[in-house]
């Protein structure tokens, strides 16, 4: 009977030392955690640096006709006699949006994304009213694809 207590034993000191070495590999963070940053929706490429995104595009908010110079984008859309103005890089435009009758925040204006697809002919994006803190709840969606 000793025999088995002592195989009993055994298993116990081998068990927990398996135990203490997979928790001593953990990492351990002592930085207090970050607000999630938008994420671009699956499949959409890590560059597009070779994209045009000058042209009409048909959205679901109206008409679009950008203009881009450089990482600088605007435009205009048909809803509300809207205008778009902000930067692109790597597929991702990052601005603002407003609209008739103020063209001010709160009811009029805010933020938008838009994340490009490969084909570098329609993109998916959020808008919102005014302008959120990071990790903030988006308003609504806007898709486009790129007419010419």
């Given at each position: 009977m000793?025999?088995?207590?002592?195989?009993?034993?055994?298993?116990?000191?081998?068990?927990?030392?398996?135990?203490?070495?997979q928790?001593?590999?953990k990492?351990?963070?002592?930085?207090?955690?970050?607000?999630?940053?938008?994420?671009?929706?699956?499949g959409?490429?890590?560059?597009?640096?070779n994209?045009?995104?000058?042209?009409?595009w048909n959205?679901?908010?109206?008409?679009?006709?950008?203009?881009?110079?450089g990482?600088?984008?605007?435009?205009?859309?048909?809803?509300?006699?809207?205008?778009?103005n902000?930067?692109?890089?790597?597929?991702?435009?990052?601005?603002?949006?407003?609209e008739?009758?103020?063209?001010?925040?709160p009811d009029?204006?805010?933020?938008?994304?838009?994340?490009?697809?490969?084909?570098?002919?329609?993109?998916?994006?959020?808008?919102?009213y005014?302008?959120?803190?990071?990790?903030?709840?988006?308003?609504?969606?806007w898709?486009?694809?790129k007419?010419?």
């Open positions: 000793s025999k088995l207590y002592i195989v009993a034993f055994v298993a116990f000191v081998l068990l927990f030392a398996g135990c203490a070495s928790t001593s590999q990492p351990v963070s002592t930085s207090s955690p970050q607000p999630a940053a938008p994420t671009a929706p699956a959409t490429p890590a560059h597009l640096t994209c045009g995104y000058s042209g009409t959205t679901d908010w109206g008409t679009m006709q950008l203009s881009q110079t990482n600088k984008v605007s435009g205009t859309y048909t809803h509300d006699s809207g205008m778009i902000g930067t692109i890089s790597d597929g991702v435009f990052v601005g603002r949006w407003s008739s009758p103020s063209y001010a925040e009029d204006a805010g933020d938008a994304m838009f994340y490009f697809g490969k084909d570098c002919n329609s993109f998916s994006g959020n808008w919102r005014g302008t959120g803190a990071a990790g903030a709840a988006w308003d609504g969606t898709f486009g694809t007419l010419s």
